[in-house]
């Protein structure tokens, strides 16, 4: 595991210049509610899982759906159909327990880390949410200011695992995605930054585990988004 002083760590910090963030479960934090309703209604069949706990088999479940939904909405703005089925995006928010336009909740710290990075580094989004949703959340703790850009899902043709909006944040700061750090707590983050080019900052406060962000190309983990400040 690399340390905040590490050489190797060091020399990739140096050519960084911006800082990206995914939302959900990374700035926004997630709402289990769903899940532990679910959960309960399987207890008769706990037995069939792991240590008797269905939990990790529908987060799992659950998640590897975001992957192919991004990719089936992508399909249908190819044809023209996005605007008329991007509401199944939605609902699959719904779906994860992922805080709804007024409910915003963030991951603790992320605030603080905002504001002691934003001196350092130009600082942006990128979203499968909505241009609304997003603009939502800076209004509601005043973020405007602080994040300079925002990619969501309006604003390019591919979503997340495609790299094209991790490119697209970093052509609108005016740098190349070798020169940014997008920070997920998904795999679909993870790819979607390694393909662009930038470096991959995967964070456990959200949806994924360890294992697979690693898998998906993860060059730092993170307990919790607000460590960041730590190592940048």
């Keep these: ?39 309960s209604r399987l207890e008769g069949w706990s037995r069939v899982f792991t240590k008797h706990d269905p939990r990790p088999v529908l987060r799992r479940a659950v998640l590897a759906a975001e ?5 089936f909405i992508s399909l249908l703005d190819v044809v023209g159909l996005d605007d008329d089925v991007l509401s199944i995006g939605d609902k699959l928010r719904e779906v994860r327990g ?18 002691d990075l934003q001196s350092s580094y130009r600082l942006g989004v990128v979203t499968s949410r909505s241009q609304a949703d997003a603009s939502a959340f800076l209004r509601q703790f005043e973020l405007q200011r602080l994040i300079e850009v925002v990619t969501s899902r309006e604003d390019t ?13 970093a052509t609108l700061l005016g740098l190349s995605p ?3 750090a997008m920070v997920g707590d998904t795999a679909v983050d993870m790819v979607s930054a390694k393909r662009a080019g930038a470096f991959a900052v995967g964070v456990l406060c959200g949806f994924g585990e360890r294992d697979e962000l690693l898998r998906a190309g993860a060059d730092l983990i993170l307990k919790n988004t607000a460590q960041l400040a730590a190592w940048f």
């Design 1 to 39: 595991m690399l340390s905040p002083d590490d050489p190797a760590f060091l020399e990739v910090r140096a050519t960084i210049e911006a800082i990206l963030f995914d939302l959900d479960g990374t700035l926004i934090d997630t709402d289990d509610a769903f899940l532990e309703g679910l959960a």
């Design 157 to 169: 043709r591919r979503l997340k695992p495609h790299p094209e909006p991790v490119r697209h944040a």
């Design 178 to 180: 070798s020169q940014c």
């Design 67 to 71: 992957g192919p939904v991004n990719a």
């Design 98 to 115: 992922l805080r709804v336009q007024g409910r915003f909740v963030t991951v603790i710290g992320v605030l603080e880390m905002i504001r």
